[in-house]
Structure formats: C-alpha cells, structure tokens
C-alpha cells in the first residue's frame, strides 16, 4: 500500500480481512476517538497511522 495519510473503509476491511460493514465500526470507533482528542477526522476515512497503532497488535520491541 502506498504512504497515504487516510484509509478508506474498503482498505480498513481488506486490511484487517472483514466486512465493509465491520469496517465502518471500526472506522467510526477510530474517529470518535481521534475527535475526543481534538483532532479533525473524515467521515468514512480513518488516519493511517492511528488505524496502524490501535489495530496492530504487536508493539516494536523496545
């Protein structure tokens, strides 16, 4: 995938391997939170970074 700095809801549900339905709740959970910490969000698209750091289930060794 190429650097992008927002992912639709269809790149959320290949992803993570689910339904575009899914997708969207994952999506909406993602930018109510982004809103809760004062950022801007896009309705059907989520930050990629953030969707990386709260999907990903693993942190770098440090």
Known sequence: ???KTFMTVD???KE???SKSYAYKVVKQLNQ???QLGYL???GRVNTNY???KV???E???
């Open 1 to 3: 995938m190429e650097n």
């Open 11 to 13: 790149e959320v549900a």
């Open 16 to 18: 993570m391997s689910v």
């Open 33 to 35: 939170e982004l809103k």
């Open 41 to 43: 969000t896009v309705a």
């Open 51 to 53: 969707f990386h750091k």
């Open 56 to 58: 990903c289930y693993s």
């Open 60 to 62: 770098p060794n440090v």
